[in-house]
Structures are given as C-alpha cells and as structure tokens.
C-alpha cells in the first residue's frame, strides 16, 4: 500500500516563500509521475506542477517562473518550492502519485497568503 503525506503548509504574507513535501512510502514504481494539485471550495482541482521519475517537469501557467517542483528519488520525496506567493495561491495544495496501476493522493495542505 502507497502512503503521501504532505507537509509545509501554512500562513504567509504576499510576495512571501513556502516550501511543500510529500514522502510517499510504499510500492510506489520505479517509473512515476508525482505532481501537485491545488483546490479552493466550490472549483475543481487543478494541477499545479508535476514531475516524472527522470526529472521532466509541466507547470501551471499562473505559477510558472515563481514555483519550482523538484524530488528526492532517494527519499521517494517530492518538493514544491513557491516564491513570490499570492493570495489567489491560497489553497489546499494535495499530492498525487501517477503509475502503473491505481493512483494514490495525499490528505492535502493548507497554503494561505494573506495580502
């Protein structure tokens, strides 16, 4: 069984910096796509960035240039560095695991920036 916790989360001023992580455990492939996902009530869950298990990366339009996703095969980790945060960045941000055979997501964080 695969396991996603995510964590840094948290408050932040506009223009200010967090750092997500999601450690997944379990069978999770050697050949994988782990991404982020972002949700505000009442809208469907969009794809903020993701990457693959050789390093290819896909962002969002509206956090190019201002977030950079990255992972630790090693640690079977996956990071989200935001910089230049913006209020219209405030949500839950999840983590999903792409592979063969069913996915898997986190429980999800909360990211707020105050303006």
């Known amino acids: 069984q695969v396991q996603l916790v995510e964590s840094g989360g948290g408050l932040v001023q506009a223009g200010g910096s967090l750092r997500l992580s999601c450690a997944a455990s379990g069978s999770i492939g050697r050949l994988n796509v782990m991404g982020w996902y972002r949700q505000t009530p009442g809208k469907q869950r969009e794809l903020v960035a993701s990457i693959t298990s050789a390093g290819n990366t896909n962002y969002a339009d509206s956090v190019k240039g201002r977030f950079t996703i990255s992972r630790d095969n090693a640690k079977n980790t996956v990071y989200l560095q935001m910089n230049s945060l913006k209020p219209e960045d405030t949500a839950v941000y999840y983590c999903?695991?792409?592979?063969?055979?069913?996915?898997?997501w986190g429980q999800g964080t909360q990211v707020t920036v105050s303006s």
């Open positions: 999903k695991l792409n592979r063969i055979g069913p996915d898997y």
